[in-house]
């Protein structure tokens, strides 16, 4: 398949190397490919990262962060202060309007937060984003303050991503069996308004020019029109990208990048970003295989991956090692323990002395663009006579499969589509869920600590404590630094300040 792509784009690209850039500059619409439709534009029943998207673009947060010089900045809250180690104060921002005009008040801050904390309420990560929140106290129409159940010293974190905050006088007029049905005619107060949303053709958006509160961490839009259309084969946006029918693809392998990049009517951006790919192992045999429990099968196992020839197989555009699962830009990374060297002489020996059956077949689970990792992966292994291959899944049989316990996994992680803290990592490792596949009480009580320290240094060593013994007793571990890598046409420009793992922000995008 891979070679039949390249001969298409060589062919393509061939044919048309002297056409100009098709975007549609003159009519003022971005055209986007998504792989998966978009149902609804909604944060609480469409959370998905790439719906993420469109949602933070109609639908704006209490609290936004700046990447660039990685401060928490104002959103729908004009300013904050902490009260005590379990309250902060928010005062809220004045003169916003809703898309449909109406202006935003306290009753739709205190109505959002009354609904996502309804038990009767259900959505996916309710348990993770909102256990932390005891109460919400409106102290008169321009006050607030959240108190939190235990010292939170990662509430502004939490409030960049969840929850986007809803219209009173319209959301709470909608049966509550019904209220994902908002999601496909949404009213926000975000940047962009949503004009249409079909599963099908696909939704429309325009620029919202009542948008006067952003900030660095959410700017104003600039393109007046944002058609995003729903292309799930890559090789059909490549063939749109060509035809001049698509302006703009993101999620690309290696070979298409640089196939497109020989296109002159394109331009490809690669960008480090805060996604990598990681192996994990099912050391606590919650499935049929238990080799993984023994941590020397595990460490053996790290020492068989060659970390070099995958950045240089998958993406050799990065340069970076990683060498704890989180990336350095991300507050509170701290780790002083690096992960095992390759040497496949010695992964051998290490599973022959624990007994380890090279007969026994094992799959590696995996899913969407990290399955090109995980075939390398399984290619080295298969290298000192393990018989690895690859299961490759859809997202969602993917999240079955995980939290049914499979033996070994090799996926990616975005630090929750690029959250500014590291808390977002340790809770998705090593706090209760599927996805911890450890389950070690020791690492679970330091994630929660580090979660309510409030002193920054203190902070970072409970976090180094935390990775360092992870990779000690060999849990998991990083794999390579994944690149978010964006195509376009070349009058297209991607403005930066941001470090969304799909390389661009609907908003951050500009005609050259």
Known sequence: MRNYKTWLLGAAAALLVTTPGFAQKSKDTLRVGFYQPLQLIDAFFAASPESSLAYKMVFDTLVNYDATKREYVPGL?????????????????????????????????EYTYGFMTNPKVRYR?????????????????????????????????????????????????????????????????????????????????????????????????????VFIRPIPSEQTQIAEMLTGNLDLMYN???????????????????????????????????????????????????????????????HPEIKRTLDTVCHPWVNGCESSVPSPEYDPAKAKKMLQEAGYDFSQPLSITTWGEAKLTAEAVAGQLRQIGIKASVQGLTFGAFLKERGKGVPLIVTLWDNAVGQPDIDTTAAYFFLPSGRNYNKDPELEELARTGRGELDPAKRGAIYKKLFDTSTERSYLMPLIPLPAIVAHQRNVKLVGGHKNPKGFEVNRVAWN
């Open 252 to 314: 690309m392998d290696k070979e298409t990048a640089l196939q497109m990049a020989g296109n002159p009517s394109f331009k490809v951006d690669v960008q480090d970003s805060v996604s990598f790919a990681f192996m994990m192992f099912d050391s606590k045999g919650r499935s049929p295989n238990k080799a993984f429990v023994n941590p020397k099968v595990r460490r053996a196992f790290m020492h068989a991956v060659n970390r070099k020839a995958l950045r240089a197989f998958v």
């Open 77 to 109: 809250a004009a300013s904050w202060k902490r009260i005590d180690p379990l309250t902060m104060e928010f005062k809220l921002r004045k003169g916003v309007k809703w898309h449909d005009g109406q202006p935003l008040t306290m009753d739709d801050v």
């Open 125 to 225: 990560f309710k348990a993770t984003r909102i256990s932390w929140i005891d109460k919400f106290i409106r102290v008169d129409d321009e006050t607030f303050r959240i108190k939190s159940k235990r010292p939170q010293a990662v509430m502004l974190a939490d409030m960049t991503l969840f929850p986007s905050i809803y219209p009173k006088h319209i959301h709470d007029k909608i049966p509550l069996t019904d209220k994902a049905s908002f999601g496909k005619n949404p009213i926000g107060t975000g940047p962009y308004k949503a004009v249409s949303i079909n599963p099908s053709t696909g939704a429309k958006l325009v620029k919202n020019e009542d948008f006067k509160h952003g900030t660095a961490g959410k700017p104003a839009g600039i393109i007046k029109n």
